[in-house]
């Protein structure tokens, strides 16, 4: 089992930033990828990026050169630094881990809002 905790939501105004943290407990040991996935009203859930135990990273379209993704192995953490920030960003973001031999886990979601 793995357990997922996010923090890092909220409001911000079109233009700024955010950073989201996602913690892993549990059997983290077998952790592979890491990433972050979102969810806007009316929409399906997208792939925002991901990023692989070796450090490759991949990032949908839209982020590409204002999110970045990285991780700390140490504390099995997963974070999401957003930076120039638009109103279409706005989402309910999931953290999610695969887990080797076990399949994968997905955080509570936390909220994003980009509002003037």
């Known amino acids: 089992q793995v357990q997922l905790v996010e923090s890092g939501g909220g409001l911000v105004q079109p233009g700024g930033s955010l950073r989201l943290s996602c913690a892993a407990s549990?059997?983290?040991?077998?952790?592979?990828?890491m990433g972050w996935y979102r969810q806007a009203p009316g929409k399906q859930r997208e792939l925002v990026a991901t990023?692989?135990?070796?450090?490759?990273?991949n990032y949908v379209d839209s982020v590409q050169g204002r999110f970045t993704i990285s991780r700390d192995n140490v504390k099995s953490t997963v974070y999401l630094q957003m930076n120039s920030l638009k109103p279409e960003d706005t989402a309910v973001y999931y953290c999610?881990?695969?887990?080797?031999?076990?399949?994968?886990?997905w955080g509570q979601g936390i909220q994003v809002t980009v509002s003037s």
């Open positions: 549990g059997t983290i040991f077998r952790i592979t990828d």
């Open positions: 999610n881990v695969k887990v080797r031999f076990v399949g994968e886990y």
């Open positions: 990023i692989t135990n070796g450090g490759s990273t």
